[in-house]
C-alpha cells in the first residue's frame, strides 16, 4: 500500500517557470524524501529532510515540511525542459530504511 | 563512478516459468532492497538486506518471491511459478549504511521490465 500521496498527479509548465509538488502522509516520521523518474529510468534522490526540519534548500529546490499536518512540498524553480521527469516522495514511517513512495506527480516542462 | 546495476533490463517469461532477477550494487554498501513498481504506480517495498541478512521480507507479495545476498553484496530475486499480475518493473537500491544510520538517499538502478505472457 502506498502511504504517500502526490499533488497535483500531472503538471504542465512552460520552461522557466516554477513548480509546486505537494505530497500528504498518513503516519509519523523519522525523514522524508523526494525522487525523480525519467521514463524507463531508476529513481534519482533529490534531497532528504528530517522530521525536525521545516525548510531546505537544494540548487533550484526548495523542500518543505509541516508534520502537524503530514505534508511537505516540493518547489522547483526556473525549470528547464530537462526537469521533466515523474516526482515521487517517500516516508520511511519511522523505520529508518523502509521507504512508502506515493504514486508521483508527472511533470511536464514545455521548451 | 560505477552505480547499481540490474540484469536483464528486459525479461519476457510464460506463465508458470521461473525467473531470476539480478543486482549489483554500489560496491561497499550495506543495505540493499528490493522494489516491484506497476504503471503508473510509485515503488512498493518487497524486502531488505543489511550485508548479508535478509532482516525485512514484509513486502514480498506470496512465498513464490524469494531474494538472496549470499555474500552480502550481488542478490537475485527469484520469482517461481509465474503470473500475469507479477509482470511489473523491479527495482533494486542500495544505501551506504545500515538501516541504524538513520534517513539516508537509496541508489537506484534503471530496473528489470518483467512481462509475463
Known amino acids: 500500500s502506498q502511504q504517500g500521496e502526490e499533488d497535483p498527479q500531472a503538471l504542465s509548465i512552460q520552461e522557466g517557470e516554477n513548480a509546486t509538488m505537494n505530497c500528504s502522509y498518513k503516519t509519523s516520521i523519522n525523514n522524508l524524501q523526494w525522487y525523480r523518474q525519467n521514463s524507463g529510468r531508476g529513481l534519482v534522490h533529490l534531497i532528504l529532510?528530517?522530521?525536525?526540519?521545516r525548510e531546505k534548500h537544494s540548487g533550484r529546490l526548495r523542500v518543505t515540511l509541516d508534520t502537524s499536518k503530514k505534508s511537505s512540498s516540493l518547489l522547483i524553480t526556473a525549470s528547464r525542459a530537462a526537469d521533466t521527469a515523474s516526482y515521487f516522495c517517500?516516508?520511511?514511517?519511522?523505520?529508518?530504511?523502509?521507504?512508502?513512495f506515493g504514486k508521483g506527480t508527472l511533470l511536464t516542462v514545455n521548451p | 563512478g560505477a552505480g547499481v546495476s540490474q540484469s536483464p533490463r528486459y525479461k519476457v517469461a510464460k506463465r508458470g516459468q521461473d525467473v531470476a532477477l539480478r543486482c549489483d550494487p554500489i560496491?561497499?554498501?550495506?543495505?540493499l532492497f528490493w522494489y516491484q513498481q506497476a504503471l503508473g504506480q510509485g515503488p512498493e517495498f518487497l524486502t531488505y538486506?543489511?550485508?548479508?541478512?535478509?532482516?525485512?521480507k514484509s513486502g514480498l507479495p506470496s512465498d513464490r518471491f524469494f531474494a538472496e545476498r549470499p555474500e552480502g553484496s550481488v542478490s537475485t530475486l527469484k520469482i517461481q511459478r509465474t503470473q500475469q499480475e507479477d509482470s511489473a518493473v523491479y527495482l533494486c537500491?542500495?544505501?551506504?549504511?545500515?538501516?541504524?544510520?538513520?534517513?539516508?538517499?537509496?541508489?537506484f538502478g534503471d530496473g528489470t521490465r518483467l512481462s509475463i505472457l
Open positions: 560496491s561497499g554498501h550495506v543495505s
Open positions: 537500491a542500495s544505501s551506504l549504511l545500515g538501516g541504524q544510520g538513520g534517513g539516508q538517499p537509496q541508489h
Open positions: 538486506f543489511q550485508n548479508e541478512a535478509q532482516l525485512d
Open positions: 529532510i528530517r522530521s525536525n526540519e
Open positions: 517517500a516516508t520511511d514511517g519511522g523505520s529508518n530504511y523502509k521507504l512508502t
